[in-house]
T-cell receptor, first 112, second 115 residues
Framework: AQSVAQPEDQVNVAEGNPLTVKCTYS??????LFWYVQYPNRGLQFLLK??????LVKGSYGFEAEFNKSQTSFHLKKPSALVSDSALYFC??????????FGTGTLLAVQP | GAVVSQHPSRVICKSGTSVKIECRSL??????MFWYRQFPKQSLMLMAT?????????EQGVEKDKFLINHASLTLSTLTVTSAHPEDSSFYIC???????????FGEGSRLTVL
């Protein structure tokens, strides 16, 4: 069975500092990995994905994520956080079943 | 990017009534759409996979007769919550995958409140 773990319910970071939101996964076969962001009472917006190729993936709004096969991780990163980055972030994985399974979400709070 | 539109964004109904939520792919054809449910401060739970021209595939524990899904065309899927009760109150989100593209595109969600 496929699963995603986001170990942190909330991440706090000061504006201008680097941020990391953690994600680990379990899936049969090759993983397709995604990060989405959700603002209050809104749908999800796609940030980035890893399908194949370079382990470092660059996405929207300056975010990037690194696929680490040995650690089964796909952590989301940004070199310099903005207050406007404050939102709920979801990691998701799709494997052989073609279904997209989401983690529990991590609330990112960026303080001015 | 691809756009998925959901309507209505908010709906309030009385207990026992039925509510229909529409999900449209605006600039692409979607043979498959997905319906998710999100409880407050929780993750998205996949409810069912909607297949154009055939029956939906429901996840374990989701009542087929409670949550009716119809995917009558390549651009429209509907979710009908039948005989709604307060415990059905939730945020319902649809999504679709553009053919040949890996990621899902999501609608803006529909907040259902059953009184």
């Amino acid at each position: 069975a496929q699963s995603v773990a986001q170990p942190e319910d909330q991440v706090n970071v000061a504006e201008g500092n680097p941020l990391t939101v953690k994600c680990t996964y379990s899936v049969s076969g090759n993983p397709y990995l995604f990060w989405y962001v959700q603002y209050p009472n809104r749908g999800l917006q796609f940030l980035l994905k890893y399908i194949t190729g370079d382990n470092l993936v660059k996405g929207s709004y300056g975010f990037e994520a690194e696929f680490n096969k040995s650690q089964t991780s796909f952590h989301l990163k940004k070199p310099s956080a903005l207050v406007s980055d404050s939102a709920l972030y979801f990691c998701a994985v799709s494997g052989a079943t073609n279904k997209l399974i989401f983690g529990t979400g991590t609330l990112l709070a960026v303080q001015p | 990017g691809a756009v998925v539109s959901q309507h209505p964004s908010r709906v309030i109904c009385k207990s026992g009534t039925s509510v229909k939520i529409e999900c449209r792919s605006l600039d692409f054809q979607a043979t498959t759409m997905f319906w998710y449910r999100q409880f407050p401060k929780q993750s998205l739970m996949l409810m069912a996979t909607s297949n154009e021209g055939s029956k939906a595939t429901y996840e374990q524990g989701v009542e087929k007769d409670k949550f009716l899904i119809n995917h009558a065309s390549l651009t429209l899927s509907t979710l009908t919550v039948t005989s709604a009760h307060p415990e059905d109150s939730s945020f319902y989100i649809c999504s679709a995958r553009v053919p040949g593209v890996g990621e899902l595109f999501f609608g803006e969600g529909s907040r259902l409140t059953v009184l």
